[in-house]
């Protein structure tokens, strides 16, 4: 009977089950630590990149002519009758063609990486005749027109470009101030150009911007045209293009007309029109791959794979009757944990897949160093390997999918606890006469 008799009981399973339990709930707090280095390091990231924005140029949204018509008329004042204010008629292209040629490069700030790009921007379309009906009634002088361009970032421009409307030339001029829905402007003096006829214009410019395009379509009927080098293009935007792409670049096409637009086609200054948000559209170009992302992600993961980790040791604990210390469970909790700092580490110098293969292998080697003086048996030794091996390759794959990541995590849940399942009940787990674990 003694030759027969554990030297675990059923109790003794029980307690350093929750002593597992407790402990893997202890080691979240340094897995959250961790998520927090992530999310520093992000936000070093990013401040980084404004830097780099900052001395370049800011992402560019892009707003093709508007005619403008300043006028002065008389209003109500409130105690000395009328006073005259001015105010401007603004009319867009009756229609507007936008072709844009992206050239982009990657810049960089000690570790950290952001994408510019040098672009052309070549604009033409027309203007229908202006009808002088559209001014208010109560007009008592009308000021020289003018046509304004918007962009985010005027810093961008490069060279010195030319206006040409009806057969003239025109030289464009910085605006004095922001625009609500444009931006930045560049304003085209019309002197004296009649507007009782429909005017053609054309314009073509170098821009810089960084991580992004977009653009207004202000045009009645617009039709934009993007291309560039670039493999991962994002198109965003409240408009869906038509696009191709191609080995390392795309061209896409958006056609938007005044029915699904969500702005007049003539407005006053002080007008409540919409944001640019409500209807630009155009190209990210931002690194498709994010480190910070995937990263943070797999940190998520940290409890599974401690606790199955604790699994594989409990049960070879069981199953050789080798004691392992409590102290060595904490010890192989945090070789797990320091996986994540390594990964995240290593990310931004390496790029995610290179830095998790080395991560992985270097953890899953110290465990496997660690359990071999633990166990001083080749087999249970050789099973922790790939079952660790195993969990970090799932894990990686399951990182990849990013759409159907919770799909294939819970099947392979379900599969793992399967298999738990199985193991254990090849383990009696009260010791009974004669009893022994198979």
């Not at 073509?204 to 977009?214: A, D, P, W």
Request: charged share 20%.
């Amino acid at each position: 009977m003694e030759k027969n008799k554990k030297p675990n009981s059923g109790l003794s399973y029980t307690l350093k089950g929750v002593m597992i339990a407790g402990l893997s709930l202890f080691l979240l707090i340094p897995s959250c630590l961790v998520q927090n280095l992530v999310n520093e390091r992000k936000q070093t990231r990013d401040e980084a990149v404004v830097k780099i924005d900052n001395k370049w140029s800011l992402p560019q949204t892009i707003s093709g002519p508007v005619l403008s018509l300043p006028f002065t008329k008389l209003v109500d004042g409130d105690k000395d009758g009328k006073y005259s204010r001015s105010e401007t008629l603004n009319i867009t292209p009756e229609k507007l063609v936008i072709n844009c040629k992206l050239f982009p490069e990657e810049r960089y700030y000690s570790i950290y990486k952001t994408i510019v790009y040098k672009s052309i921007v070549t604009m033409e379309g027309e203007f229908a005749a202006v009808d002088t009906a559209l001014l208010p009634v109560d007009a008592i002088s009308v000021g020289r027109p003018y046509v304004k361009i918007g962009m985010s970032d005027r810093r961008g421009i490069t060279g010195d470009p030319v206006f040409e409307m009806s057969g003239r030339s025109f030289e464009l001029a910085t605006g004095s101030n922001p625009d609500n829905l444009m931006g930045e402007l560049l304003v085209v003096d019309l002197k004296d150009m009649q507007l009782d006829e429909r005017m053609l214009f054309s314009i073509s410019f170098e821009l810089k911007g960084s991580s992004s395009v977009n653009f207004l379509p202000v045009g009645q009927t617009s039709i934009v045209n993007v291309e560039g080098q670039w493999p991962d293009p994002g198109f965003i935007g409240n408009y869906t293009p038509d696009y191709t792409l191609s080995d390392g670049g795309f061209e896409a096409k958006w056609e938007v007309s005044r029915f699904n637009r969500n702005m007049p086609d003539v407005w006053y200054d002080g007008d409540n029109i919409y944001s640019e948000r409500d209807i630009s559209f155009g190209v990210n170009l931002v690194d498709m791959v994010d480190v910070y992302k995937q990263s943070l992600r797999s940190t998520k993961y940290a409890l599974m794979f401690i606790v199955l980790t604790f699994v594989v040791f409990f049960f070879v604990e069981i199953f050789t009757h080798k004691k392992i210390h409590p102290i060595q469970y904490v010890l192989v909790g945090v070789a797990l944990v320091l996986f994540y700092s390594l990964l995240i580490s290593l990310a931004e110098m390496l790029g995610f897949g290179f830095a998790y293969l080395i991560s992985s292998v270097a953890t899953i080697g110290l465990i496997t160093a660690f359990a071999g003086a633990i166990f001083k048996d080749r087999k249970p030794t050789i099973t922790l390997a790939v079952i660790l091996s195993a969990l970090y390759a799932f894990l990686y794959v399951i990182l990849q999918l990013e759409e159907a990541a919770l799909l294939a995590g819970s099947i392979g849940l379900f599969v793992i606890l399967g298999v738990i399942m199985y193991v254990s009940n090849k383990i009696k787990w009260y010791n009974e006469p004669g009893a022994d674990t198979e």
